[in-house]
């Protein structure tokens, strides 16, 4: 009998039942229905919009010398309600429908791109880098993530009862907030320093390192977070979730990193990059669907899996390019895209909301520049390095976001906090590079970091060039 012929009478092959393509069992089965025309259609100019229009807004922040984060991210508050939504609701409404399995599709597809996204940026982990400066970026990043993540769980006590959902208790929701304050987007503040040209500077390299260990502490207390918006607050069930975090933890680097290394090592065999970047996205993905399995946060498990995959003597990074950037062009904007639907800034005409808004982003930068320039000055670094080391720190990006789309998603948020919580993602990102800029104009380069940048970008244009020739001349 034919395959055909299967599907006519209702016999069909059992291994057909493993590719979901039926969801009964042998007996009296029916066929899932597959997308329809109208699903697929839309589905595609979805995709084709958000990538489209966050590839022009992103370009044009870059011409206005901003990350393009901010533009990538305002392309889906264009599209969503707070622009599109008002002026064109028919447009708006057909683009977007509010079924929920349309909107699982464009979700699924930023879910994906959000974990290669967090994969990349913890491949971006350089455990030798921490080791030479450990003691100084330990501190500023002590003091980078304890202050405002204090600060964030204090306001989480304070702000209206109006912000948060019906379902959410407000500690569970104020150690959220207090979560949401103390990350920094590593993904982000590397481009920047990398267009500045200041990731050959000592403060350039303290920024990556300190907000490598307080992106690294935030996904955990995210997770943890987590396990209380779903579990409760039970304190066995909370203790066993941070039990089954450290598990996974110590179990990456007993068993984990000897075996991540087997494996890019055998993709590495191949003449082509192909191999080593599908097993770097099993790893980053089979990670994440192992702290997910255990009640957390499936980015942490992306973002411990990309530090296994680009530690030492496990993938080749030249190999990574190509998986670098379909992330960072394609999958990352979608998902910020994705993001920016979620805002609703016409929650901002409410004088309450706006208020709340406004103290939320002040708490946040403050609570950030004041954490890293009390660990920066505890250090013997001079006023403006700690003012440069806040405004680095500061940035949130798609950091801030991706914390944001959790609480989203586990209900410790609703729609108005949400655009509140994105909200510092955008100023502070937009923040940054005036800030650094500023600074670092009034910070000489020492002999170290000249010749950290000839070994880098010997014949390249630095802004720090009347610094670099300050210093050049005192040396001699």
Known sequence: MRLGDQFSTGQVHPGLTYLGCYGKGLDGMKPVSPLTADQLLIFLVQLGTLLLLGLILGRLAVKLRLP????????????????????????????????????????????????????????????????????????????GLVIPLALGVLLGYVVPASLLPDTTERPIFAVFLGV?????????????????????????????????????????????????????????????????????????????????????????????????????????????????????????GAFVAGILVGAPGAADNQRLVPLRTVVLTVLAPIFLATAGLRMDLTVLGDPEVLLAAAVVL????????TGAYIGARMSRLSRWEGLALGAGMNCRGVVEIVVAMVGLRLGVLDVTSFTIIALIAIVTSIMAP???????????????????????????????????????????
């Open 180 to 300: 949401a304050m103390c990350v920094t987007a590593i993904p982000v503040i590397a481009k920047t320093l990398a267009d500045m040209r200041l990731l050959h500077r000592d403060v350039g390299q303290l920024t990556l390192i300190a907000g490598m260990v307080d992106d690294a502490v935030g996904w955990f207390l995210l997770s943890v977070v987590a396990a209380m918006a779903t579990v409760g607050l039970h304190g066995s069930k909370v203790i066993l979730s941070v039990l089954y975090l450290i598990g996974f933890v110590v179990a990456a680097i007993l068993i984990g990193r000897p075996l991540v290394r087997a494996v890019m090592r055998l993709a590495a065999r191949s003449a082509e990059t192909g191999p080593t970047i599908t097993a770097a996205v099993v790893i980053v993905l089979l990670g994440a669907a192992v702290t997910q399995s255990l009640g957390m946060e499936a980015v942490f």
């Open 68 to 143: 393009p984060i901010v533009g990538e991210l305002l392309a889906g508050v264009v599209l969503g309600p707070s622009l599109l939504g008002a002026l064109a609701p028919a447009m708006h409404q057909w683009l977007f429908p509010g079924r929920p399995d349309q909107q699982h599709l464009l979700d699924a597809v930023a879910q994906v791109g959000v974990l290669l996204l967090v994969g990349v940026a913890g491949a971006h982990l350089d455990p030798r880098l921490m080791r030479r400066r450990g003691s100084t970026a330990a501190r500023i990043s002590l003091t």
């Open 362 to 369: 002040l708490v946040a930068i403050v609570g950030k520049f």
């Open 434 to 476: 005036p800030l650094l800029r500023i600074a670092m104009s009034r910070v000489a380069a020492n002999a170290d970091e000249l010749l950290r940048r000839a070994d880098h970008d010997p014949d390249g244009e630095h802004e720090d060039e009347p610094q670099a020739r300050k210093a050049t001349a005192a040396d001699v």
